[in-house]
């Protein structure tokens, strides 16, 4: 089931939020062990970024090195052992989509604003909103089963965007899609920032989707993890993956995981 992605020519003004900026300094955090006689796993340790508003960041790194962890700390759910955390308000978009199976997608796409206290009809018109402009027209009452998982994503990014935090956390949001659909959303999502300019940091262990979406790639170190590489991507949008500055980028960011 699929309908034409196109980003919106301009999000409506109720829901745009000015993009904030994000500082970590010098950030640790440790977990207790999860089983008797293991010892505590330090996810990041002295980890510093910084992340200017209406930046787009992506952060790469291997398995276990903390990128989740970063994420939680920007949005306050958890806090540094030591460090400092410094951040605008932020709203996370999680690995999986976390849709509720018995609500129809506007329903799903307003629960930010039914928690905030806005009257389930007015929430309802402004979710059906953006999800038209996100190409779901027609599909507003549909629930998730009914859903690709490509339009899932786009329910689960307008539920994050309609949370009116200047700062979007998404880890990794298109990891479950195949080739083909996270390509197609790539583009959409790098058109719909376009619109609708937030500040952004997205994990993802997939170095292309990096450098087609951020103005810059941060690389950490296996855990603990630590900054080990920052790339500029100062190639206009849209971008192409066949891009040689690109091509380029990627190889560099590979060389720095140590791939």
């Known amino acids: 089931m699929q309908t034409r992605m196109t980003a919106p020519a301009q999000a409506p003004p109720a829901e745009r939020a000015p993009g904030g900026a994000v500082t970590l300094r010098d950030v640790v955090k440790t977990f207790a062990a999860q089983r008797r006689g293991a010892a505590p796993v330090t996810a990041l340790d002295g980890l510093s970024l910084d992340v200017q508003p209406q930046e787009i960041v992506a952060v790469v790194g291997p398995s276990g090195c903390g ?25 996370l978009m999680a690995q999986r989509d976390l849709l509720l199976p018995w609500a129809g997608a506007a329903d799903n796409a307003a629960l930010a604003l039914r928690v905030g206290g806005v009257p389930r009809d007015a929430a309802r018109e402004r979710a059906g909103a953006l999800l038209r402009d996100f190409g779901l027209t027609g599909f507003e009452r549909a629930r998730p089963h009914e859903l690709s998982g490509g339009m899932r ?7 994050t965007l309609l949370a009116g935090r200047p700062v979007l956390c998404l880890d990794e949001p298109f990891a479950a899609l195949d080739a083909l659909t996270r390509a197609e959303m790539q583009d959409w999502l790098a058109g ?16 292309e989707e990096a450098v087609v979406l951020a103005d810059r790639v941060v690389v950490l170190s296996p855990r603990p993890g630590r900054v080990v590489a ?20 990627r190889a560099r960011a590979l060389e720095a995981l140590g791939t």
């Open 67 to 91: 990128k989740t962890t970063l994420l939680e700390l920007v949005c306050g759910l958890i806090a540094p052992d030591a460090g400092g955390v410094d951040a605008a308000p932020a709203a």
């Open 192 to 207: 719909t920032l376009a619109a609708d300019p937030r500040t952004v940091v997205v994990v993802t262990h997939d170095v």
């Open 153 to 159: 994503q786009r329910v689960a990014f307008a539920r």
């Open 230 to 249: 920052e790339l500029d991507v100062d190639v206009p949008r849209p971008r192409r993956r066949t891009d040689a500055r690109l091509v380029a980028l």
